[in-house]
């Protein structure tokens, strides 16, 4: 276990938050714990090392066995990549190429091979592709799909980007929303926590403050409405009757309010 600064202002200044068990059953608890500037983040946790033993293939998005669920999960999944190609041609026009940061088994990736756009994907924690395969210099779009709040070491994230990104390139982050209307009535079981493989937990004003510190803006904002179902129905403490009620009570509030949103997808460019 390794305890750590906070990533956006490097104090250590921390209040305890919350103590929240592991999603697997390994049944260990952790602590999150609340910076002065607000970021909540995971402090101790589990080093590079360490974490590895947590993305297992009980880990839903590695989980390759054919159950109904994971069957209906990589159905959605399908739907998801039309969704995120819409937005990447919209905001990306012309693109060609894309590198995908912590793309899992690269499922993404295969999606835009099939569009006709080079893509490459590094997962360090499901590497069927090897990292040496990032063979270009620079890519028009970067992106990280529910992957920021799994890295270890930010600054050296943020450094291999700076140096794979063409200079009119975007960066596409797509996060865990602290701020989501249902995590008020899942408590600590909200799924969302994920603890341990889940570092930090950002709102739209922390992931803001830590892209400033590394040269990026937030050029657009998109509520990701499907991460909504999967937050409210993987989250225990409700029964099915109470999670509908949940669900479409946050339907109506994120249609009002984004900032409600289950999750947010950013579209970054450099400052110049």
């Not at 938050?17 to 049944?27: A, M």
């Not at 924690?125 to 070491?153: G, P, Q």
């Not at 600054?155 to 865990?176: Q, R, T, V, W």
């Not at 922390?206 to 657009?220: D, E, P, R, S, V």
Request: hydrophobic share 35%; glycine share 2%; with cysteine.
């Amino acid at each position: 276990m390794e305890s750590i600064h906070c990533i956006i202002c490097n104090s250590n200044k921390t209040s305890a938050y919350k103590k929240i068990k592991d999603t697997s059953d390994r049944n260990e608890s952790f602590t999150l714990v609340k910076c002065e500037c607000n970021l909540v983040f995971l402090n101790p946790r589990p080093d590079k090392e360490e974490i590895s033993r947590y993305y297992n293939e009980s880990y839903l998005p590695h989980n390759e066995k054919k159950t109904l669920f994971i069957k209906f999960y990589n159905f959605i999944q399908k739907i998801t990549f039309f969704w995120k190609w819409r937005v990447l041609k919209k905001n990306s026009r012309n693109f060609t190429d894309v590198l995908d940061i912590g793309g899992g088994a690269g499922t993404f990736c295969d999606y835009l091979e099939n569009k006709n756009i080079k893509s490459v994907n590094y997962d360090p924690y499901f590497n069927k592709r090897d990292v040496a395969a990032v063979s270009l210099d620079n890519y028009d779009a970067i992106t990280l799909w529910h992957s920021l709040e799994h890295v270890h070491n930010i600054k050296e994230l943020f450094s291999y980007i700076d140096s794979k990104l063409k200079k009119d390139g975007l960066l596409y982050i797509a996060i865990p929303n602290h701020d989501a209307y249902e995590r008020s009535y899942f408590g600590n079981s909200w799924i969302a926590y994920d603890v341990p493989r889940h570092l930090y937990h950002f709102n739209q004003e922390t992931i803001a403050k830590l892209l400033n510190i590394y040269g990026f803006t937030i050029i657009k904002t998109y509520s990701m409405i499907q991460d909504t179902f999967f937050n409210v129905f993987l989250s225990k403490d409700l029964n099915l009757l109470k999670k509908i009620y949940v669900l479409l009570k946050s339907i109506i509030v994120i249609s009002f309010n984004k900032k409600k949103s289950s999750s947010l997808l950013y579209v970054c460019k450099r400052e110049y």
